[in-house]
């Protein structure tokens, strides 16, 4: 059974950091892409970051660019998000998720097949 498991989140004030943690179990995590997604109260979700399955290729939305960083280690069946320079408007739950296909665009939540249940992030101003 797959299982994405999310930690990590908490609150922290404007300009502050936090890392989030994706841990895997139940499948083959070095040939898996992952992406983190966020969903504020009221508002769709949103791709916030992916990481591609081999050569480690990242992808980030335009609003975290050069603030979040996603890495990977496959030797622990983790990613992680290092969010920086962290905005009141980043405040979100947090979701990871991960897909076996072979997928071109990382951005696309449908094209992800298994989901963690989210962790909160929340940015005081």
């Known amino acids: 059974q797959v299982q994405l498991v999310e930690s990590g989140g908490g609150l922290v004030q404007a300009g502050g950091s936090l890392r989030l943690s994706c841990a895997a179990s139940?499948?083959?995590?070095?040939?898996?892409?992952v992406g983190w997604f966020r969903q504020a109260p009221g508002k769709d979700r949103e791709f916030v970051a992916g990481?591609?399955?081999?050569?480690?290729?990242?992808y980030y939305a335009g609003s975290v660019k050069g603030r979040f960083t996603i890495a990977r280690d496959n030797a622990k069946n983790t990613v992680y998000l290092q969010m920086n320079s962290l905005k009141p408007e980043d405040t979100a739950v947090y979701y990871c998720?991960?897909?076996?296909?072979?997928?071109?665009?990382?951005?696309?939540?449908?094209?992800?097949?298994?989901w963690g249940q989210g962790t909160q992030v929340t940015v005081s101003s």
């Open positions: 998720a991960a897909t076996q296909r072979i997928v071109t665009n990382t951005s696309s939540s449908d094209n992800y097949d298994y």
């Open positions: 139940g499948l083959a995590f070095s040939s898996t892409v």
């Open positions: 990481i591609s399955r081999m050569f480690t290729t990242t």
